[in-house]
């Protein structure tokens, strides 16, 4: 059963930074399209980046494009999200998950394995 743990969320003052990792349980993560997404509250969960298993394509949500980054790290089946400039409307939810089918994909229910989640909160 593959497992995936998210941590780095946190509390921070908006124009701050913080560093998401999420760590898989697989030894074929190597495989595996990788995404962040994100639900704040009363909203419908959004993709926020994504990232193919050889890290060569990578997709951003219009939103975040230039403060977020996603990267992954296959020797330590890790993928990381470095968010820069925050601001209080990334505050959310923040998920990551695993796409193993495909590639590279951008759609949110191609992403069948799932964290459970790691709370952002950006205050003003």
């Known amino acids: 059963q593959v497992q995936l743990v998210e941590s780095g969320g946190g509390l921070v003052q908006a124009g701050g930074s913080l560093r998401l990792s999420c760590a898989a349980s697989?030894?074929?993560?190597?495989?595996?399209?990788m995404g962040w997404f994100r639900q704040a509250p009363g909203k419908e969960r959004e993709t926020v980046t994504v990232i193919s298993w050889s890290g060569g394509l990578t997709y951003y949500a219009d939103s975040v494009k230039g403060r977020f980054t996603i990267s992954r790290d296959n020797a330590r089946n890790t993928v990381f999200l470095q968010m820069n400039s925050l601001k209080p409307e990334d505050t959310a939810v923040y998920y990551c998950?695993?796409?193993?089918?495909?590639?590279?994909?951008?759609?949110?229910?191609?992403?069948?394995?799932w964290g459970q989640g790691t709370q952002v909160t950006v205050s003003s």
């Open positions: 697989a030894p074929t993560f190597s495989g595996y399209a």
């Open positions: 998950a695993a796409d193993r089918d495909k590639y590279y994909s951008t759609t949110i229910d191609d992403y069948d394995i």
